[in-house]
């Protein structure tokens, strides 16, 4: 009868064993499936921050030239004026100034607003997930995780899964 009991429970253990081992593979390919969409990510979002890195320097390239261009087409300049030193520039020139300095810091104004709102979006989101991630870090924490883990378990469940004081926390 020993020897039963005794073979019964190596049998116990073995299936345990098992259990565990089975559900550690299942936890690596997840993981595993993780890393891969993760790297697809990071590959799209290399991707997409070399095309605004194209689009940043193509503005700066362009941008300028296209000012000039547009500043001096102004009707606020003639430049058909067959004097020498004639007055090319309109005495209104100042208009031009008094409506673009104004709605320059305007749109920089509202950039900055909506800046601030997202960061502090950002800045919710990571704490939350880092809540969310969060491991135990001392023992006080483990036994709070293990005794969470117990509670949805049941006393007997856990103490019959075999499983070590300090269990996969």
Known sequence: MSAQISALKE???SHIHLTFSLIAQDENRLSRSVVEKSTMIALASKR???AM???ALLNIVF???VFVATFFSLPMFDWRSDELHAVVVS???WIY????APLTAFVLLIWRIWWTVEEKRYQAELLEAKQDLKMPTNYTEQEEAIARARAKLGH???ANLGVPFWGSF
């Open 53 to 55: 890195k194209t689009i």
């Open 48 to 50: 997409d921050s070399a």
């Open 97 to 100: 100034w008094a409506v673009a």
């Open 63 to 65: 941008l300028p030239p």
């Open 11 to 13: 049998r116990v253990q």
């Open 91 to 93: 005495r209104y020139f």
């Open 156 to 158: 007997r469940e856990w």
